[in-house]
């Protein structure tokens, strides 16, 4: 089955800085890759997501790549914020075999003011 | 929309008491997925519904887990005994495009004693 490895597990920045998680995904096979954000006794959120024929999207200071070749996939936040604070999940999911999102384990995010 | 809706938000039981979790999802939305999330194994997908018909529940963890859901707003996770091995967050989603963009709701967390 699929295999989703996130990293790091903890990322601290200063507000306006940028930050960067990275996924990487076993199955050549997969082709959706959202991401999550779950803050403090809430559900995780879907901010934004990618499918395999696309290489990059933005939205606002939020942005994924993807890399098929190396099956890999990264969120970039720019200009953060201190409401930026939260855990994120990367995700990855195919349309053949199980139709399931795999979660990555999670990277907190804390942002300093 | 009042989003997914989950009941109870918590819940403490003794080991081996019957524990039955619910689960409203957005109004037209077909598909309805539950997961667990804990700190070992993270969020991992226990079973999903396509037009209230279960479709995958290779995830759920052994013949103590069932789940239902008797019609399109409707559904629930139960656990029959309980131990403290399910002690977790469960959250419930749901979608109209499959894996695709999913709506979680705020989650029940589970303390088994």
């Known amino acids: 089955g699929e295999n989703v490895e996130q990293h790091p597990s903890t990322l601290s920045v200063q507000e306006g800085d940028s930050a960067v998680i990275k996924c990487t995904y076993s199955?050549?096979?997969?082709?959706?890759f959202p991401w999550y954000k779950q803050e403090l006794g809430k559900g995780p959120q879907l901010i934004i997501d990618i499918r395999s024929n696309v290489g990059e999207k933005k939205d606002q200071r939020i942005a994924v790549t993807l890399n098929k070749t190396a099956k890999h996939f990264s969120l970039h936040i720019t200009e953060t914020q201190p409401e930026d604070s939260a855990v994120y999940f990367c995700?990855?999911?195919?349309?053949?075999?199980?139709?399931?999102?795999?979660f990555g384990s999670g990277t907190r995010l804390q942002v300093q003011p | 929309d009042a989003g997914v809706i989950q009941s109870p938000r918590h819940e403490v039981t003794e080991m081996g008491q019957e524990v039955t979790l619910r689960c409203k999802p957005i109004?037209?939305?077909?598909?309805l997925f539950w997961y667990r999330q804990t700190m070992m194994r993270g969020l991992e997908l226990l079973i999903y519904?396509?037009?209230?018909?279960?479709?995958?529940d290779s995830g759920m963890p052994e013949d103590r887990f069932s789940a239902k859901m008797p019609n399109a707003s409707f559904s629930t996770l139960k656990i029959q005994p309980s131990e403290p091995r399910d002690s977790a967050v469960y959250f419930c989603?749901?979608?109209?495009?499959?894996?695709?963009?999913?709506?979680f709701g705020p989650g029940t967390r589970l303390l088994v004693l």
């Open positions: 199955d050549s096979a997969s082709n959706y």
């Open positions: 995700a990855a999911s195919s349309d053949t075999g199980r139709r399931a999102l795999t």
């Open positions: 109004s037209g939305h077909d598909y």
């Open positions: 519904f396509n037009n209230n018909v279960p479709i995958d």
């Open positions: 989603a749901s979608s109209t495009r499959g894996v695709e963009t999913q709506y």
